[in-house]
């Protein structure tokens, strides 16, 4: 049976907003080589980040954001892991002041400067209690308050951000998306997929606070939940589809469940009280797939659009939609219907991870590349 990537295909933030629409064809700025692997970018102070695999050996490289040209890399020995897919590192670094943290997909946290690559600390989790899920570590690096947390063992686990040290790690078997955290019963805790469930979790030593079985085929959770106010939204492939939970009752209650909202590896987006997202897989061809538009409050379906899939954000008040064979599209963010504004095709195929945008500049990779596209040339 063929199979698919299994990377943290995460709905990035857009860090700013641009006027207009996207109308004209976008121009290609540079693109540079950077190993396999279906890690996204992280942009700033010039630079922009990712890791790639050639030959035995994965690479955190810095490209120069305007040029494309190679500033520094940090290689070391890692396998490609090719499980029904080509393989390559999972997950997209996190930039954080001078600091850049990266994780690698069998367990190796970094933590290096961002200017110069010099490596500041490396924790192996391979050395504590996590296993490593069948694709490889996917998550993107969290940092609150000094700590380091990660989608590492069924419960998740935290690094002191400054030395690498570990403050709690629990056992099991993670999954692919990302932490996310809340306030629940008042008090900081994380939302967050395992290999088996989805569960909340206490910020401060990682102790189950609840948990909803949420069995996939290949323990493929691969999205992150939504949080809004006191519901929980998460979804999977595998015929087991979304739920909606209630957060403010004594135990969480759930609002309502579909099976036409399966999001495979795409976290969909909440905007204006309603969630855009792709139902079904994205690495099979001939499988039947859709963006769909749902009330997030019911569930209910509102329109659907076939045979469209790839990662979504938000671009003022329009869906940016990168398809999953490379093309650029900008759509109506509406619960009216599917209309489109513009479509352009420029990237490779296997444009699978979630681009990042600073201005009018988007930043993507497809399987071996790193490209930045400019949106209004």
Not at 67 to 96: C, V
Not at 142 to 165: E, F, I, P, Q, W
Not at 238 to 267: K, M, Y
Request: with cysteine.
């Amino acid at each position: 049976m063929k199979h698919r990537l299994c990377f943290a295909m995460r709905a990035l933030p857009f860090i700013l907003c641009v006027s207009g629409t996207l109308l004209a064809a976008p121009a290609l700025r540079w693109r540079s080589p950077v190993g396999l692997g279906y890690s996204g970018l992280a942009v700033g102070g010039g630079l922009a980040f990712t890791i790639g695999h050639k030959d035995g050996t994965d690479s955190i490289i810095a490209l120069d954001s305007d040029t494309g040209e190679e500033r520094w890399r940090h290689s070391y020995p890692q396998d490609s892991i090719p499980k029904f897919n080509p393989g390559g590192p999972n997950s997209t670094p996190l930039l954080a002041g001078e600091w850049l943290y990266a994780f690698s997909k069998q367990g190796i946290v970094f933590c290096l400067r961002a200017s110069t690559g010099e490596l500041r600390w490396s924790h192996d989790l391979r050395d504590d209690v996590v296993t490593m899920p069948v694709f490889g570590f996917a998550s993107t690096p969290l940092l609150l308050d000094g700590r380091l947390y990660l989608n590492a063992g069924a419960r998740g686990c935290c690094l002191d951000a400054n030395t690498g040290k570990a403050i709690w790690i629990t056992p099991g078997d993670a999954a692919y998306g990302d932490l996310v955290p809340l306030a629940y019963k008042g008090k900081p805790a994380f939302a967050l997929a395992n290999k088996t469930a989805l569960v909340l979790v206490s910020r401060s030593d990682g102790s189950l606070l609840w948990s909803y079985d949420y069995p996939t085929k290949w323990g493929e959770n691969s999205s992150t939940p939504i949080v809004s106010g006191d519901s929980l939204y998460y979804s999977a492939w595998w015929d087991q589809g979304a739920r909606l939970f209630d957060l403010s009752d004594d135990s969480p209650r759930e609002v309502w469940r579909s099976r036409e909202l399966q999001n495979h590896i795409a976290t969909p987006l909440l905007h204006d009280g309603h969630l855009y997202g792709f139902d079904g897989p994205i690495h099979r061809r001939k499988a039947k797939r859709a963006l769909r538009c749902a009330e997030f409050a019911t569930g209910k379906v509102l329109w659907s659009q076939e045979d469209l899939h790839g990662s979504i954000q938000l671009m003022d008040d329009k869906l940016l939609i990168l398809e999953r064979e490379g093309a650029i599209t900008i759509a109506e963010a509406s619960p009216q219907g599917y209309t489109q504004i513009s479509r352009h095709t420029l990237l490779g195929e296997k444009t699978w991870t979630p681009p990042t945008r600073i201005g009018t500049q988007i930043f993507v990779r497809d399987g071996h590349d790193a490209v930045c596209v400019d949106l209004q040339p």
